[in-house]
Each structure stands twice: as C-alpha cells, then as structure tokens.
C-alpha cells in the first residue's frame, strides 16, 4: 500500500465523522434507533447538518442526558448556527423567524425547542405562545401539537376571548385537521366559561363523532357535556345522544333505553347516526334492530360493513335466526370476505356435515390466508389424535383441492392428502400427486416435508430434466429439494413461469416514487419516516387516502412506495405481502421479479448481521428468517409479552445474554444489541438441539417448554411431532422459520449466479 493510500486512509478513518456518514446515512441510523453507532461517531461532536444534530438531539434524549445542550442542538437545526446556550438573545431572534415554507425537520425541531425551553423556565407562557404561532397552519402533525400547545398556553393565562377568536378564524377544512380531541376539548371548555354554551355543545359533539376515544377524554367531554345541558338526559337532543350513547357506561345506557328516549322508530339523516344505533341497540335492545334496519332502509343495504359488523356480533350473542335473516336480507350478493366466514359459522349450528363443510371451503376460497380455518378445514378431514386419524372420504379431500387457490398455504393440505392416499393403499394416484405436488402449493413450508416423507415414492418416478414450460418446471421442482433446484435453475430466465400479475404488480410498485412526489402530504409523511417519526408519518398517509378517498389497493401501494422511499422496510415488506395476497401471487421468490421478490426478502443491517454471523459461526440466512418473522424488520417493534427490537429479545434473555457477552449500557431496540443477542442466542439453540427446526420452536417457545413438548409427542419423526405439537404459535412459527430461511437461501443461490 502506498504512502499516499495510507494517509488517506487515515484520514477517513479519524477525521470528521461526518465525512464518514452521509446526510441520508445518518436519517437512516436515527430511523433504525442505531445509538451505538450514532454515538460512536457523533457523542460530543459539534454536527455540521440539521440530520446529524437531530440525531445526537435524539440519542441524548434517549439517554436523558444533556438537556441544556438538546436545546442548542435544536437551535443549530433551526438557524444553522451553534450557540453555547439558547438565550434570551436566541429566543428573540426565533420570534423573528419566519417558518412558512420551512422543511419538515426545522418546523419539527422549532416545536420541540419552544417545548424544552418552556420546561427549562426560560421563557414564559406567553413568549411560548408567540413562538408556536410563527408555525403555520397546515396539515401537518407538528402544525396540530403547536396549535394544542399554544390552546393550552392561552388556558393557563385565562385568555378565553383569544381562544375563541383563534377558533373562529379557522376554516372548516382548517378546523377539521388542525383540531385534535384535546383541543376541541379545550376550546370547547372556554366557551362554556364565556357563557356560550350552544357554541360549547357544538364543539364537543364533533369529539363524540370519533369512535376512538381514549378514556380520559371520555370522561371529561362528557362531565363538561352535562354541565353545559344537566344531568337530566332527558334535555338531550336526540342527535346528540345518539352521537354520545355509546361513550356513556353501560349503567346509563340502560338508563336511556329504560327511559325511551332512543325508540326503534327513528329516522337517521347520517352514516356515524346510524352505525351509533345499530351498535346501541345492540348492545341494549336487540328487538329494536329490525324495525329500525327497515325504517332506515337506504342505510341498511348500503352501508355493508356496518351490517356485517352486526351480524357478527349477533353471532357472538347466538342470536342466530335474526344473524341469518340479515345476511339474507341486506349481504345476499356480498362479495366481502367476512359475508363468507359468517355463513360458515352459521352453516356450524346445523347437524349437516356437506353444508358445513361447503361454507367452509367458500369461505377458504375467497380468504385462502386464515391460518386458524385453513387448520380447521384439516381437523374436519383428517381427524387426529395421539393414536390415530380418522379421514373423510375422498370426495371431500378432491372438493377442497378443487376450489381453493393454489398457495403456500395449501400445502399442509396436500400433505395430509398424500398421507390419506397412502394410508388409503391408492399408490397411482399418490404417484400422479407426488409428480406434481408443487403445483399445488408453490413456496410451502410443505414442499420440503413431502420431499422428505415421501422420499422413497419420489425417486421411484421418471425425473423431469427439461422444462421449456410452467407444467415441466413444476415437474422439475416436485422431484428435487429446494438447493438442488435452486442450484440447477439459477442460471435460467424463469420469467416465462412468474406467477400471474406478479409481473405486472412489480412495474406498478416502481412506479410509485413519481406519485408520491407529486404529493406534499405524502412527501412529508416520508420525511418523518426518515427521521424516525411514525405516528406523525402514519397521520399524514392516512390524511391523504381520506382526501383522496383512495381504495384498499391504492392504500397499500401507496405505503409500498412510501417504505421505498424512507427505507422503512417493514412497510415495504408488509404492504406487498398485502397486495400479493389481494391477487393471490404465491410467495414464492423463486418464480417472483426481482422489484417483488427484493421487497419481500430485504437483508437490512447486513454489514451488522454478516459480523455476528461470522463471530458466532451460524448461516446469515438462519439470522434473516427469523428476524424477518420476528419484527418484520421494525427496530422499534414492542410485543405483547415485552420482546423487544429487530431479533424480539425478552428483556430477561437480554440480561443473561449481556452478562455472557460483558455488555453493559445497551438498548434492545439498537440494532446491534438485538442483532448481536439475537444471533448468539439463535446459536446457541443450534448448539443444543442441532438444527434450525427445532432452535426455531426453542427461541419462540421457550427452551423449558421444548423440552417438556418432546417428552409428551415426539416419536422419532419431526413432521409427525409438529403436527401434534399442541401450541399453535410456535407450530406455525416454526413453518414460517423454515419457509423464510429456505427462500432467502434460494435468493442467495440465485444472485450468485
């Protein structure tokens, strides 16, 4: 290496950190909770982008530290300049600020400053008030926190006359995205103390439209509701109680329905009005649906999800016979998925088996991916135990392969049938099967299963080596496992076997950028993604399908091209899936384009995931299939049972883990923390139990309970003991594991070459 060379390499690797790391490098460090490296490079550094402070902003405020230095921080992001401290000097240069066409990140960061500024006592109630007004009204998340911030100073200085002529001021569009529950409230609660009651119960009837109410607004909207018109519910108008009903405790809305004050005989002129009575009635007076489901007829049979949210809760009630006459009467010609599922649990009632049975794969037909039915739908055909099955005739098993669709899913389907047949004695229609069982479920976990179980019937049949057609690839496939084929048609153009629409679906998803471009709400959804800003994100995309009125499809393409674009992979990944299943595309990458295949499997934190992975001796692809399963890939992912980060560590396992590994001061959230404790605890499971199949159920299950479960099932043969395998969740987690880790090891085979 030359002198020269030398140098220079030294020179990237001790100066500036900032020469290290570009702008967007360091949007995406902050975005992925990475607080080791933001650290490394950033801790006590004087940043030189608004992207660096707000990340060492970030990574101090996740510690708890350095408040003072926080604010100076946020100053540098809004004025491009350092400071030692924000001062009264500082203060009175933002109150000269003007922020109207200001980026996302310098209004965001405006906001929080005037915020810490306030907490530190260095401004007062007012001067907070003069600054959140320089941040325009607009619908924006941080506009609407600036706006209930600047309420809530006005509140506490008693100026009920501003109050009011802020609100006034605001249009009607203005009103409905500037105003969260909390400011309504409050605005709400200074015209009642101004004497205005009518413009007070105006105000909290727009918060009782929301059905999304936390319990601490409840409360108080309705304690402020009945001081503005009494006690006496009677004095209600009737508009109005239908808006509140359903936000009242049980014990009232007997009351009002002991009272009559909400009779069947109503006229609705609203949507919400009459979704409000439907769930009232429900809950209160079941015989006063019918007659007020006719009288209301132009809702009954158009508003089809709030009828079909009815009839599921009269199932749930038994209140079968009236369940069943509504869908008759206004669901007939449903096309909607749950229209199905609700057939098939009434078809359940009836001692009929064909008619129960016939629902049920209807149902499966138009919603093939419900996992609990689809095991439901092989419990009615192979009834197990721990001794034996018991099969239904064929034409049931050939009715069910018939009609539902060809996916993944299917396969534990196939593989029951193919037990059925073999334990039938019909070995030339199982043969006929086994030549061309991956037609059936393209991608399933189960195509490795078949392979293996059926091994010996396999080789017995001609190999197919040519296959110029979809018909003789799938031949090819049936007859090998999954690194034989990957090997033997990695170098081919399969293109001419892509599932239907995959093709077509991969161009519409590229396409998206220039859509979102075009959008400012969509534009700067993605910029709060960037820097880590979820809520604000998730806000403002469902802004724009509001205004847009944007279909389920468009929905989810457009949060594909939004995850594209904010590198938020768990958007990228999870809305393709949806759209894939929309058009039933089998998820297997093998016969996918590259623009869906490269969404589905992403390998984020690689340069952090081959590091563990070479440390700690274990297949790369091991890790990505179980942090793809784990999180789908969310760094801020939180379970219900407190697992934590990309790898889903319980904070328990990441204690014993970090005193293994002598790690002190550490977030789960960190990628590399969760990836480093992930990877070292996946390995050590393949240490003991010797292959992914069992780690996998170990690391969702708890190694205790492994050991427990094999000790009551297992009898030598893994496939047998994961069917019997009396957990669900770690039964289908470890398909899942499996089908994940076989497909990113075929994608690897396939970009080899």
């Known amino acids: 290496m030359s002198i020269v060379i030398k140098a220079l390499f030294l020179f990237i690797l001790f100066f500036n950190s900032s020469f290290i790391f570009s702008e967007d490098d360091y949007a995406y460090l902050l975005k992925s909770m990475a607080w080791k490296k933001i650290s490394r490079n950033l801790y006590d550094t004087k940043p030189n982008s608004a992207n660096q402070a707000f990340a060492l902003y970030r990574l101090y405020e996740e510690n708890n530290e350095k408040e003072k230095t926080r604010s100076t921080l946020l100053y540098f992001i809004i004025t491009n300049s350092h400071v030692q401290e924000v001062d009264s000097k500082s203060v009175l240069f933002l109150k000269n600020l003007n922020l109207k066409d200001s980026k996302t990140l310098t209004k965001l960061a405006f906001y929080k400053l005037v915020k810490d500024l306030k907490k530190q006592s260095l401004i007062s109630n007012l001067e907070k008030y003069e600054l959140l007004q320089k941040i325009p009204i607009e619908q924006d998340p941080t506009s609407i926190h600036a706006f209930q911030e600047s309420i809530s100073s006005l509140i506490e200085m008693g100026e009920n006359f501003i109050i009011q002529k802020k609100y006034d001021s605001l249009t009607e569009e203005e009103k409905n995205f500037i105003l969260n529950h909390e400011s309504r409230y409050q605005i709400a609660k200074s015209y009642y103390k101004s004497g205005k009651s009518e413009e007070a119960r105006k105000i909290l009837i727009h918060i009782f439209h929301s059905r999304e109410l936390n319990s601490d607004m409840k409360k108080k909207s309705i304690e402020l509701y009945k001081q503005i018109i009494g006690e006496d519910k009677q004095s209600f108008p009737v508009d109005d109680l239908i808006y509140l009903v359903n936000h009242l405790p049980l014990k009232e809305q007997k009351e009002i329905y002991q009272l009559k004050l909400l009779p069947p005989n109503l006229k609705v002129s609203t949507r919400t009005l009459f979704r409000n009575l439907c769930i009232y009635y429900l809950n209160n007076s079941v015989p006063f649906l019918s007659p007020f489901l006719n009288l209301n007829q132009e809702f009954s049979k158009k508003e089809e999800d709030i009828i079909l949210n009815l009839v599921e809760n009269l199932v749930n009630k038994k209140e079968f016979t009236l369940a069943e006459d509504y869908l ?140 110029g057609t979809k018909e003789n690839l799938f031949k090819f496939i049936s007859g090998k496992n999954y690194l034989e084929y990957a090997i033997k048609l990695s170098n081919q153009n399969l293109s001419y076997a892509y599932f239907k629409d995959s093709y077509e679906l991969g161009q519409k998803l590229n396409s998206m950028k220039s859509k979102i471009e075009s959008s400012k709400l969509l534009l700067t959804a993605v910029e709060y993604l960037k820097l880590g800003e979820q809520d604000k994100g998730s806000y403002l995309l469902e802004a724009y399908f509001l205004k847009n009125k944007s279909s389920e499809l468009e929905k989810f393409e457009i949060y594909v091209g939004v995850g594209d674009l904010s590198k938020n992979h768990y958007l990228s990944l999870f809305y393709t899936r949806q759209l894939m299943k929309h058009f039933k595309i089998p998820d297997d990458p093998l016969l996918l384009p590259y623009s869906i295949y490269s969404r589905l499997y992403p390998r984020p934190h690689r340069e952090i995931v081959l590091e563990n992975t070479k440390e700690f001796g274990i297949d790369e692809n091991i890790v990505y299939a179980v942090m793809r399963q784990e999180s789908f890939f969310r760094e801020n992912a939180i379970s219900s049972s407190n697992a934590r980060g990309l790898m889903q560590v319980m904070p328990a396992t990441g204690r014993l883990i970090a005193k293994k590994l002598k790690v002190t001061d550490y977030s789960l959230h960190d990628p590399e923390v969760s990836i480093k404790f992930g990877t070292k605890f996946l390995t050590d499971l393949m240490d003991s139990y010797g292959n992914l199949k069992w780690a996998s159920i170990a690391y969702n299950g708890g190694p205790g309970n492994l050991r427990k479960w094999k000790r009551r099932h297992y009898k030598n043969d893994f496939n047998h003991f994961l069917e019997e395998l009396p957990t669900k969740e770690s039964r289908d987690y470890c398909r899942i594991i499996i089908s994940n880790f076989i497909n990113y090891k075929v994608l690897q085979i396939i970009e080899k070459n």
């Open 328 to 467: 008759n009467l206004y669901l007939k010609n449903s096309s909607n998925q749950n229209y199905f599922k609700l057939k098939y649990r009434l078809a359940k009632r009836y001692d009929n088996f064909d008619k129960t049975f016939s629902s049920l794969i209807e149902y499966l037909k138009n919603n093939p991916y419900d996992v609990r039915l689809y095991d439901t739908l092989i419990e009615t055909l192979a009834n197990s135990d721990s001794n034996s099955v018991s099969y239904q005739q064929e034409e049931y098993w050939v009715r069910a392969i018939e009609t539902l669709p060809n996916l993944a899913i299917k396969g534990r389907l196939i593989y029951w049938y193919l037990r059925y047949l073999r334990y039938k004695g019909d070995f030339e229609k199982l043969k006929i099967m086994l030549s061309n069982y991956y037609t059936f479920c393209p991608g399933s976990y189960y195509t490795m299963v078949i392979h293996e179980e059926f091994q010996q019937e396999i080789s017995s049949l001609p190999q197919v080596e040519s296959f």
